[in-house]
């Protein structure tokens, strides 16, 4: 066989293969509307809370060492961006707020048929591996939520090692775990800095960036092999190899 041939494709998950981020959307609007019931306050208010909920969990670090769970730790932003807005501590309205944003997300979670159906073909042919960054008890959620197990050979979770993407270890581990070398693989993923980064530190053929949100990447940052809008795109790319183009 080919040395160069390619054997192995790797995906992220998250606006990936599922929109997480429309999911959270929604679950946001839910939520406001939870708050506004709640509290008696208008839009302004409760967009406000909703966007402080949102830079926490943005800047979240999480040590499990510490003793307290995930999802302590989500109810505690919420219920802090609640007292940093109305100036009034609701002891059970963060518990409430987190599972009914938490558990709209999961719901409206999914992959679609035609990605389904991607995956399907896309096995016939390679070994198709999930890595995903994130916390281990949140991403495995999703995953169990997605039911994308049966469409892979192997999922690695960034939270259950020393490091995440971009490192190159997690990428060593998952060409181990595949038995394969980075030259045979392809990494395709919505993030610059840990998918088409991470995939370029860790020698692979080529990365395919999906850039779902239009534009061009920023300025000064790695540049992807392959661009496209959508993973249902990635066929298209696929054939330049077979080519041995």
């Known amino acids: 066989m080919d040395r160069n041939s390619l ?77 940093e807005v109305v100036s009034s501590s609701y002891p059970s309205l963060g518990h409430k707020c987190y599972y009914l944003w938490k558990n709209t997300r999961l719901e409206l979670l999914t992959l679609s048929p035609p990605v389904c159906n991607l995956l399907k073909e896309l096995r016939t042919s390679y070994k198709l591996l999930l890595l995903t960054n994130g916390e281990t008890h949140t ?42 070398q980075a030259l045979h693989c392809v990494m395709v993923g919505d993030s610059l800095y840990t998918d088409i980064l991470g995939g370029f530190k860790a020698g692979v053929r080529a990365t395919v960036w999906i850039n779902n949100r239009g534009g061009s990447p920023p300025e000064g940052s790695v540049k992807p092999d392959y661009t496209i809008s959508s993973v249902l795109e990635l066929p298209d790319i696929l054939a330049h190899f077979k080519q041995g183009s």
Do not use: M
């Open 7 to 83: 054997k192995a494709i790797l995906f992220d998950l998250d606006n990936t293969l599922i929109d997480t981020a429309g999911a959270g959307v929604v679950a946001i609007q839910k939520t406001s509307e939870l708050l506004k019931t709640a509290l008696g306050q208008n839009d302004h208010c409760t967009d406000d809370i909703c966007d402080r909920f949102k830079r926490k969990l943005l800047h979240e670090t999480f040590d499990p060492a510490e003793g307290r769970s995930i999802d302590e730790v989500r109810v505690k932003h919420w219920e802090e961006s609640i007292l």
């Open 139 to 180: 991403q495995r959620e999703k995953v169990e939520a997605v039911g994308c197990q049966g469409y892979f050979d192997a999922i690695v979770v960034g939270g259950e090692h020393a490091e995440e993407k971009p490192s190159r270890s997690i990428f060593t581990h998952c060409f181990s775990l595949l038995g394969v």
